[in-house]
């Protein structure tokens, strides 16, 4: 699996639609990772914190396409408000359990994350998700 993921913070959906051109670049805080699903990913997260099932956060239509899915690839959603809310409220130590039960998953389906990597995602997540609320925007998440 090759897959680049940038989380960025940006202040609307009209804005990170501007993204899948240009990639986040300097203009939008961002944290670069790579080789996980993130629309798989922020699902789990959001039942590992917050509660529900995976089934019902993808029936609710989460994670909220706001640009791109055409033929090549490129797409950009948004974190819910849901999931915002809870790694910007978690404790470092339940990110960290929550890093450590996402890791366990992944690799129930074949998909080695390592601990320490997982612990490191989840928990710039949650920084730059505290940051995008200090300043009232939204974080939202580029692949290709």
Known sequence: MS????????PDDTSAR?????????AF???????????EAVVEW???L????FEELVEAG?????????????????ISPGLSTALADATHSRL???ASSWAQLRAEDG???????????????????????HQKQGVYCWVA
Request: contains cysteine; glycine residues 8%; negative net charge.
């Open 3 to 10: 897959i680049i993921v940038k989380f960025f913070v940006a």
């Open 18 to 26: 501007l993204v899948l051109q240009a990639r986040p670049g300097r």
């Open 29 to 39: 805080e961002s944290l670069s990772l790579g080789n996980f699903d993130p629309e």
């Open 46 to 48: 959001e039942c590992l």
């Open 50 to 53: 917050a509660g529900g099932s």
């Open 62 to 78: 989460e994670p909220r396409v706001v640009a791109g899915q055409d033929n090549d690839g490129c797409f950009v959603f948004a």
């Open 96 to 98: 960290s359990d929550v």
């Open 111 to 133: 998909e080695a994350i390592d601990a320490e990597i997982a612990d490191a995602i989840v928990g710039d997540l949650a920084a730059l998700v505290s940051s995008a609320r």
